[in-house]
């Protein structure tokens, strides 16, 4: 199953109409429902599990994985697109009213579709933005709210395979979120305590060094290195007196001085200055280990509010 498609391409492919907004559209739909509830409960499961397995990967430093960010930017499912209703999927909750059985059984389908709609977007980028899924995991209560109340709705109005259909789609809804659980696993997270290796490398910061342990790619971690290095030396040249400096040609006292001067004055203007304020070498890999901190943080966040979330539905289906 390819999990890049979309819900509705699934559906398409079961030739079951899509949105539900008009009554001929009910009736087919209705009509297909038989085949439609086993295979749309496969796609519920599927896309929860892939989700979850991408953002595990991503958690674990899977290069090749899709990548987790923590704040979204224009495309972020979580943004507010209109001054009224957050989105489609808020709109169709809001307004949701009793009505006839038939009229409030297409608001249950549309509510189903419009969330899992925001399941699509939040994916559809390639990045699974951390943010976009705590959006997600929080919205979906409302959904499965809004529908238990319609199935109750709908068993007053005597239209009991109504209900039973919404109560079909309530489960879809919380299987999905029970898969997504379970295929979320978050006990691989980077650690970010304390190491040795970070007090070296701050030590080695005033003097270049620590561009060639994080960074040594990079043809500058090589040259503010070389400076460093340098330092020893020049303060043997001129401290011993292993160098006539006055019988050399000024050209050369000159750049020699230079070198001397940067190389001596190194702690200052690159360990105080440059290297912190462009994040760089030490500071590069602080900085970035301080957003793992808080990248684990809202992992941590999001499983347990999954974990929560599933175990009070199975609370209330083993009390019912």
Not at 101 to 111: M, S
Not at 130 to 150: D, G, I, S, W, Y
Not at 235 to 252: E, H, K, N, T, W
Not at 268 to 276: A, D, E, F, R, T
Request: glycine share 6%.
């Amino acid at each position: 199953m390819d999990y890049k498609r979309t819900f509705q391409d699934y559906l398409l492919d079961f030739q079951i109409p899509f949105p539900l907004n008009c009554e001929s559209n009910q009736k087919e739909y209705l009509g297909n429902m038989g085949i439609a509830k086993t295979f749309t409960n496969a796609i519920t499961r599927e896309i929860g599990r892939n989700v979850g397995k991408s953002i595990s990967n991503s958690f674990l430093g899977d290069s090749h994985s899709t990548p987790v960010r923590m704040t979204g930017g224009s495309s972020d499912v979580s943004r507010k697109r209109g001054r009224t209703y957050h989105n489609d999927f808020d709109k169709h909750i809001t307004k949701f009213e009793i009505k006839t059985a038939k009229t409030t059984f297409t608001q249950v389908l549309n509510i189903h579709s419009e969330y899992f709609t925001l399941v699509d977007e939040a994916q559809a980028d390639g990045v699974i933005d951390l943010n976009e899924l705590n959006f997600l995991v929080e919205q979906l209560p409302r959904a499965v709210k809004t529908m238990e109340k319609a199935s109750s709705a709908l068993k007053d109005l005597d239209a009991p395979d109504l209900a039973e259909k919404t109560d079909e789609k309530i489960e879809q809804i919380k299987d999905f979120l029970k898969t997504l659980n379970d295929s979320t696993d978050i006990s691989g997270l980077p650690a970010t305590g304390f190491v040795l290796k970070d007090a070296l490398t701050f030590l080695l910061s005033f003097i270049g060094l620590d561009r060639i342990v994080y960074e040594p790619s990079k043809l500058s971690s090589w040259f503010y290195a070389s400076l460093g290095l340098s330092l020893p030396v020049v303060v043997l040249i001129f401290g011993a007196g292993l160098l006539d400096y006055d019988s050399l040609r000024m050209r050369y006292q000159i750049l020699i001085g230079i070198w001397g001067i940067t190389a001596l004055s190194m702690p200052i203007w690159y360990g105080m200055v440059l290297n912190p304020s462009r994040n760089g070498g030490y500071w590069g890999y602080r900085a970035r280990k301080k957003y793992q901190k808080l990248h684990n943080q809202m992992a941590v966040n999001l499983k347990q509010l999954m974990t929560t979330q599933v175990k009070l539905y199975e609370a209330e289906g083993a009390s019912a």
